[in-house]
Every structure is written in structure tokens, then in C-alpha cells.
């Protein structure tokens, strides 16, 4: 019996926001690498993430492994874009005083049910 090697794809795919996906999922290869750099086994994050197969998140992990420079740069600059995107959201909708307000806010609703 012949034993033949072939080079299988790897399941990564950039979506139209420029987004890395893993396979045909909308799973993104920010949230498995996080999660194995973080300690958790591929199997857990096959659990955590089950539109995955194990074999997609093995081979995700595997590319990270290949190219770690390219793979950290990219997950950089994702979290470069959601810092961003959390200051500009902060600063228009400031939460400073938030959990007051919704304290007060739940006072004046409880006082007014009891009449």
C-alpha cells in the first residue's frame, strides 16, 4: 500500500474588511490565536468555537507557528484598530458618570413602582 503526502490548503481565508477568517467560518484567527496563547488546548478552543473543526484549528495554530512574525504584526495592528475604535466610541458617548446615572435611574423607577 503507497502512502501519499499531499499538501492540504490552509484554512485561512481574508474577508472584504480585511479580516482573517479561519476556514469557511466567521471565526476570526485573532480569537484561536488569542485563545492558544492564552493556554487553551485545540481541542478547547475547538469546544469554545464549534462551526471549527479540530483539523482547522490545529492548521490555524500551525501557520501562527510558521509565521509568527507576520501573524503577531497582523494581530497588532487589529488590536491597534480596536483601540482606536474604543477611544473614538468613548469619546463620543462618555461613561464617566454612567454607573451613577443608571443607579439614579433605577432609583427613580423603583420609587416610582412602589407609588
Known sequence: MSFTIAADPVPLRIDDLGVAR???????????IRAFNDGVT??????????????????AIAYYLRHPVEV?????RRQQEADDLRQKIES??????????????AHRSDASARG
Request: zero cysteines; charged letters at 25%; aromatic letters at 8%.
Open 92 to 105: 463620543r458617548f462618555p461613561s464617566d458618570d454612567l454607573r451613577e446615572r443608571l443607579l439614579a435611574r
Open 42 to 59: 485545540p481541542p478547547a478552543i475547538r469546544e469554545q468555537y464549534d462551526t471549527l473543526t479540530l483539523a482547522e484549528v490545529y492548521a
Open 72 to 76: 503577531d504584526s497582523y494581530l497588532q
Open 22 to 32: 479561519v476556514g469557511a467560518t466567521n471565526v476570526t484567527l485573532d480569537s484561536v
